[in-house]
């Protein structure tokens, strides 16, 4: 067997993201469906088919490498939905499910934040400039989505606490 | 019973993130033991005796709020660290080895980053200024944790690809 390298590495990688990609569009779906405020609820339909655009970017970056798309089981991302889920079922109701539900799609966006940093890294020194920038966009979008998310935080837990008090 | 609360939800996250730092400082000895590099070694072994920190500053915000510090499995932080255990098996002896731990280390900082982020707003908005106060000195060691490992990736991966070449 041939000894593994960082392209074998920047393929593995790639396989987990595609998995957790459509994982995370699926569950965006239900995080807009639970969601009070309106502007929240936005937020996650516009990244649901944000979500769309970054799979079909990992397609293309598939396609530079020759291999086929295929997604590999994400333990983390399946870790991080389900603790979403346990958020929704136990804070329905509540005033402080938006809260809740921001911190999730956070965690959702920070996982996707340092795994696109990490294979624009490793496409960069494998020189695959060309998906280098695929990921680059798809990293940019992430990060936008986070600090929509961080400004709607302040929003929601505001409400909680008028609505508790 | 009653209404879940903003203070509820912060209970439940100071659980599930105190679980995770105890999941996460021995996934640090082993990746310590894995990590080829001794810069990566280092900060791996430093990064375990601050995550001893951390948990005791999780102590004092259990303490702060009258609540007994106890952890909550967290599925979110299993996940992420199943996969840094596959990247060991997987790429053990290999030159990108190095590369994939630190990928998996980050995934770690950035699951951390964003739960004290969450936890340090809610803190504020509760009221606990205190708490406040220790969980943003944890989210700066983290934030600290994570641009040593960016810069320890660029030399793993031109490692990597020099032994591959």
Request: proline share 1%; net charge negative; with cysteine.
């Amino acid at each position: 067997m041939a000894e593994k390298t960082l392209a074998d590495l920047f393929h593995e990688t790639l396989k987990d993201i595609y998995y957790a990609e459509r994982k995370i569009a699926s569950a965006l779906g239900k995080m807009a469906r639970g969601a009070q405020d309106e502007k929240l609820k936005d937020a996650f339909i516009t990244h649901k088919e944000e979500t769309q655009g970054q799979i079909e970017r990992l397609q293309a970056v598939f396609e530079l490498i020759d291999k086929r798309a295929r997604g590999k089981t994400c333990p983390a991302i399946e870790g991080i939905i389900d603790e979403a889920e346990e958020i929704i079922e136990e804070f329905m109701g509540s005033p402080a499910l938006d809260a809740g539900l921001i911190a999730a799609a956070q965690a959702v966006e920070h996982y996707e934040i340092t795994r696109y940093g990490t294979l624009r890294t490793w496409a960069e020194q494998l020189g695959l400039k060309e998906a280098a920038g695929l990921l680059e966009e798809t990293l940019a979008e992430e990060s936008r989505t986070d600090e929509l998310l961080t400004k709607l935080a302040q929003t929601a837990v505001n409400a909680a606490a008028q609505k508790a008090a």
